[in-house]
């Protein structure tokens, strides 16, 4: 069956830190990966998308890459902040003509000042 | 921000009621999508439409309807709420692939 796994629920780092999340997934063939940002009692905000043709994708202290053999997502935030405390989601969509996208449980980060 | 609006941000309500959760959304986008999601827990897909006068049950199976008759508009009704409905309830909508979604800020539902 399919599933998306995020590598841990938790995630507590120190401010100025690279904060590293981890996206795996099984018997997907997905065309994009997404992440999102969800802030508590707040719906997730798009963040960045990388097709399964691209390697990494920036997005000024964001960095995300997508590894179709390893069937894995990597998503970094450098110079990390205590504003950027939030739980991280990872999406895929279900292949090609899908609309539809499949959330991952998410990582809830802490930047500890 | 996205302009996609949700009312009521939070309702508590007694069982039995018939409730209507609004969506609407001002990007003209074809597709919206209705999401249920419990406190820390991922997002499930409970309905979707790809345009108006098109609407599909989603991967979690829901006692709730919806209805799409105008392109902005995508309202949740539950025509009888029990404590089983208490949830967050979040609506999206995407423009075409690669999709991204944009979502409105939910509603906490509440059944007592």
């Known amino acids: 069956s399919q599933k998306i796994e995020q590598n841990s629920e938790a995630l507590n780092i120190q401010e100025g830190k690279t904060a590293t999340l981890t996206c795996n997934y099984t018997?997907?063939?997905?065309?994009?990966l997404q992440w999102y940002r969800q802030d508590p009692g707040r719906g997730p905000v798009f963040l960045l998308l990388?097709?399964?043709?691209?390697k990494e994708k920036r997005k000024e202290r964001l960095k995300v890459t997508f590894d179709t053999t390893l069937k894995q997502s990597l998503f970094h935030i450098t110079a990390s902040q205590p504003a950027d405390s939030a739980t991280y989601l990872c999406?895929?969509?279900?292949?090609?003509?899908?609309?539809?996208?499949?959330f991952g449980k998410g990582t809830k980060l802490s930047v500890i000042p | 921000e996205a302009d996609i609006y949700q009312t009521p941000r939070y309702l508590v309500i007694g069982t039995g009621k018939k409730i209507t959760l609004e969506c609407s959304q001002t990007?003209?986008?074809?597709?919206m999508y209705w999401y249920q999601q419990d406190p820390g827990m991922e997002l499930h897909l409970i309905h979707y439409s790809y345009g108006v006068n098109s609407t599909e049950k989603g991967d979690l199976s829901s006692e709730s309807t919806v209805s799409r008759i105008r392109t902005e508009h995508f309202p949740l009704t539950l025509e009888s709420a029990r404590p089983s409905h208490t949830s967050q309830y979040l609506c999206?909508?995407?423009?075409?692939?690669?999709?991204?979604?944009?979502f409105g800020p939910g509603t906490r539902l509440t059944v007592t």
């Open positions: 999206a909508s995407s423009d075409a692939r690669p999709c991204e979604q944009y």
């Open positions: 018997n997907y063939s997905p065309a994009y």
């Open positions: 999406a895929l969509d279900s292949g090609a003509g899908s609309y539809q996208l499949t």
């Open positions: 990007m003209g986008h074809d597709k």
């Open positions: 990388i097709r399964e043709n691209e």
